[in-house]
C-alpha cells in the first residue's frame, strides 16, 4: 500500500519502479481540475515547463489512461470524488474504497492511494482500510490512533 499525492499519481517511471498495478483516486473531480489548470500552465509557459510537469499534459484520471500509459491490460482503478472540506461525509465512501484495497491486497497487487496533496482524502481512507481490515492479511483491524501512527511514520 503505498500513499501519495497526484504527483505520485501521475510519475508513471515511480509507479512502475514500484510495481504499482492497482491506484485509488480518493479526488476524481478535484484532480481532473488541477489537470485542466495544469495543461493550460504548460501550454501558456511551454519554454519554462519542467519535465515534471509536462505530466500533467494528456493526463487521464481514468482506468483506460492507466492501462494505456503503464502498459498493463489488467491495471485496475478506482476513484471517488471525495471533497477536501470539513463537512464532506467521506466515512461514505468508506465500504467501497475498503473492498477495493482488499481485493488488491488479496490480489497481491501494490497500490497506491492518493488524491491531490496526499494530506488528507487519501490517509483517512488508508486509515480506515487499516481500521477495519489490518496491516496485513488476516490481521486484526487497528486502533484509529495506531492507524495513523503507521501512517505517519511511512509517510511523515
Same mark, same amino acid.
Given at each position: 500500500?503505498?500513499?501519495?499525492? %497526484?504527483?505520485?499519481a501521475l510519475?508513471l517511471?515511480?509507479l512502475?519502479?514500484?510495481g504499482? @498495478?492497482?491506484?485509488l483516486? +480518493?479526488a476524481?473531480? @478535484? ?5 485542466? %489548470?495544469?495543461a493550460r500552465l504548460?501550454? &501558456? #509557459?511551454?519554454? #519554462? *515547463?519542467s519535465?515534471a +510537469?509536462?505530466?500533467w499534459?494528456?493526463a487521464?484520471?481514468?482506468?483506460e489512461?492507466?492501462?494505456?500509459s +503503464?502498459?498493463c ?11 477536501d472540506?470539513?463537512?464532506?461525509p467521506i @466515512?461514505?465512501t #468508506?465500504?467501497?474504497?475498503?473492498? #477495493?484495497?482488499?481485493r488488491c491486497?488479496d490480489?497481491d497487487?501494490?497500490?497506491? *492511494?492518493?488524491c491531490v496533496m496526499? %494530506?488528507n482524502?487519501s490517509? /483517512?481512507? /488508508?486509515?480506515a482500510f487499516?481500521?477495519?481490515e489490518?496491516?496485513e492479511p488476516h490481521?486484526?483491524? +487497528?486502533t484509529? &490512533?495506531?492507524a495513523?501512527?503507521l501512517?505517519g511514520r511511512?509517510?511523515?
Amino acid at each position: 500500500l503505498w500513499l501519495g499525492g %497526484v504527483d505520485d499519481a501521475l510519475d508513471l517511471g515511480a509507479l512502475r519502479a514500484r510495481g504499482i @498495478s492497482a491506484i485509488l483516486n +480518493m479526488a476524481r473531480r @478535484s484532480c481532473a481540475e488541477e489537470q485542466e %489548470v495544469q495543461a493550460r500552465l504548460n501550454a &501558456k #509557459f511551454a519554454a #519554462f *515547463v519542467s519535465p515534471a +510537469m509536462q505530466r500533467w499534459t494528456g493526463a487521464e484520471f481514468c482506468q483506460e489512461w492507466y492501462r494505456q500509459s +503503464m502498459n498493463c491490460p489488467d491495471f485496475w482503478y478506482l476513484a471517488t470524488d471525495a471533497e477536501d472540506r470539513d463537512d464532506y461525509p467521506i @466515512s461514505e465512501t #468508506f465500504d467501497t474504497v475498503v473492498a #477495493f484495497l482488499r481485493r488488491c491486497r488479496d490480489a497481491d497487487r501494490p497500490t497506491l *492511494v492518493h488524491c491531490v496533496m496526499g %494530506v488528507n482524502r487519501s490517509p /483517512c481512507a /488508508c486509515a480506515a482500510f487499516l481500521m477495519r481490515e489490518g496491516p496485513e492479511p488476516h490481521a486484526l483491524g +487497528m486502533t484509529l &490512533k495506531a492507524a495513523l501512527d503507521l501512517l505517519g511514520r511511512r509517510r511523515p
